[in-house]
T-cell receptor, first 116, second 111 residues
């Protein structure tokens, strides 16, 4: 149980285009989902917290208009990187908290974004 | 001072040895403590989850939390090459979903 999927697993896009990443909880309902980015050999940096049906809460320094987050259902959250630039190239990972659990988060496999 | 400190390693051990990992933290409000394992280019996988102080054992893995010292540990007994991964500690407050992560500790188990 507690499986989280992400799609796509890898994406290459040109500078200036937008990319959407999906995060799904497959066998549980997630009232809260989290989006992280991770640079090589670095820890996870929380970008935003999204609650189903409400606006996401962004961490300090993360541009809301650049990283659009939508959490339209209890099993799906999306992150859209708008007008992507090479410095946005990173590993993006989502996690989901089981509605029936306490504080455990289950992570997706990650999406490798490369902006050329 | 960072909220969570974790020596990134890397740590190399021979197969069968005990792996000992630890994290220190500064925020006494942390109540929930987790260890995640992350293989290269994959998402983290929850290994151990502990509430407040004490020990928890699961197979070859033991997690310890010492809140008085703000120190948590993970021990891996009879280490296997498949244990080679990065291990991240994480913790959160009561009533707060946000996880504070350590930098991760790269472990290599040599056959």
């Amino acid at each position: 149980g507690a499986v989280v999927s992400q799609h796509p697993s890898r994406v290459i896009c040109k500078s200036g285009t937008s990319v959407k990443i999906e995060c799904r909880s497959l066998d549980f309902q997630a009232t809260t989902m989290f989006w992280y980015r991770q640079f090589p050999k670095q820890s996870l940096m929380l970008m935003a917290t999204s609650n189903e049906g409400s606006k996401a809460t962004y961490e300090q320094g993360v541009e809301k208009d650049k990283f659009l987050i939508n959490h339209a259902s209890l099993t799906l959250s999306t992150l859209t990187v708008t007008s992507a630039h090479p410095e946005d190239s990173s590993f993006y990972i989502c996690s989901a908290r089981d509605r029936d659990s306490s504080y455990e988060q289950y992570f997706g496999p990650g999406t490798r974004l490369t902006v050329t | 001072q960072k909220e969570v400190e974790q020596d990134p390693g890397p740590l190399s051990v021979p197969e069968g040895a005990i792996v000992s990992l630890n994290c220190t933290y500064s925020n006494s409000a942390f109540q929930y403590f987790m260890w995640y394992r992350q293989y290269s280019r994959k998402g983290p996988e929850l290994l151990m989850y502990t509430y407040s102080s004490g020990n928890k054992e699961d197979g070859r893995f033991t997690a310890q939390v010492d809140k008085s010292s703000k120190y948590i540990s993970l021990f891996i007994r009879d280490s296997q090459p498949s244990d080679s991964a990065t291990y991240l500690c994480a913790m959160s407050h009561y009533g707060n979903n946000r996880l504070a992560f350590g930098k991760g500790n790269q472990v290599v188990v040599i056959p």
